[in-house]
């Protein structure tokens, strides 16, 4: 079984801030480092953590990011062959984390929006497969990667972060779509619905888990909601916790595990990543989101 990822890949300067700017505001931080990031990469190293054997889809430009970029990647043991080099620029992030850990992010997609579905063969994506979607990459070659993973049999789970648009038909193929409480509203405002996980599963007719930050997660389906509390910690840095939640979900449920099950390892995982500074540094691996869980 594999857990493909198609998405994006950056290198992220991350801003250590004693607060968040304000429009027009210049904030002096007090350190800076780089670290690879990207949506796709941030879920592949996650899901390699914790255990799946990974594979990703995507793009790095030809110049001095790229190598820095991947580094983390190639060290989890992630399959980079279906990584395409392009002219242009890797994806780069500038990240600003204040001293309660919350952050701003600004992205420059660079050639993340160049990466295509016809990357993917048709043969990676059978039953076995759990793939990984989000949206920093193109909408089109999304939903052109979704309607052929469904024709195929693989299980895929879309994470519409940042929200935008995708096909319908394509959405709603997916065994699971992942928001925040934002792209939950911003999901409910297009369907016209609410922006509950069940009314927004009821109006796609497939799975939709709602992150709820330090309040947790709700899955919603046809047997109603699921709610899943948080796990308390002190949180450091929150930035990479969404794509902790995400990675670690895919290789959960790359490994037959039920989808209640799946969803409290990934919150555990994902309470562990904001205990630490970091982008990919941060996700933990499976021997840290047991020991969470067996304490809990």
């Known amino acids: 079984m594999t857990v493909l990822v198609f998405g994006s890949i950056n290198l992220d300067l991350i801003f250590a801030l004693p607060h968040l700017p304000s429009a027009g505001e210049t904030v002096l931080g007090t350190g800076l480092r780089t670290e690879p990031g990207g949506k796709g990469a941030n879920q592949a ?12 889809a995507g793009a790095v430009g030809r110049d001095a990011f790229a190598a820095p970029a991947l580094a983390l990647l190639r060290e989890a043991g992630v399959d980079l062959s279906r990584v395409a080099t392009l002219d242009g620029a890797t994806g780069c992030a500038a990240i600003g984390v204040d001293r309660d850990g919350r952050n701003q992010i600004m992205v420059a997609p660079g050639v ?25 990459t193109d909408a089109g070659e999304i939903a052109q990667l979704l309607l052929r ?3 195929r049999g693989a299980r895929a789970i879309v994470n519409l972060a940042p929200f935008g648009g ?9 065994a699971l779509i992942v928001v925040n409480a934002a792209e939950a509203e911003a ?4 369907l016209g619905c609410g922006a509950e996980p069940a009314a927004l599963a009821g109006r796609l007719g ?4 709602r992150t709820l930050g330090e309040h947790g997660a709700e899955l919603g389906d046809s047997a109603g909601t699921h709610r899943q509390p948080a796990f308390p910690v002190r949180a450091v840095d929150t930035t990479a916790a969404g794509d902790a939640f ?6 959960a449920l790359d490994r037959r595990l039920g989808f209640e099950a799946a969803i409290r390892r ?14 990919q540094a941060s996700l933990p691996g499976a021997a840290e989101t047991d020991a969470l869980l067996a304490a809990s």
């Open 149 to 151: 993973a469904a024709a």
């Open 166 to 174: 995708i096909a319908l038909d394509a959405l709603a193929t997916a």
């Open 112 to 136: 993340n929006l160049a990466v295509s579905a016809a990357q993917v063969e048709d043969e990676a994506l059978g039953p076995e497969t759990v793939l990984v979607v989000q949206r920093e």
């Open 187 to 190: 999901l409910a405002a297009a």
């Open 246 to 251: 995400v990675g670690v979900l895919a290789a």
């Open 206 to 209: 497939t799975r939709v888990l």
């Open 266 to 279: 990934a919150a555990a995982a994902a309470a562990l990543a904001c205990t630490r500074a970091g982008t």
């Open 45 to 56: 190293v996650a899901a390699a953590r914790d255990g799946a054997r990974v594979a990703l």
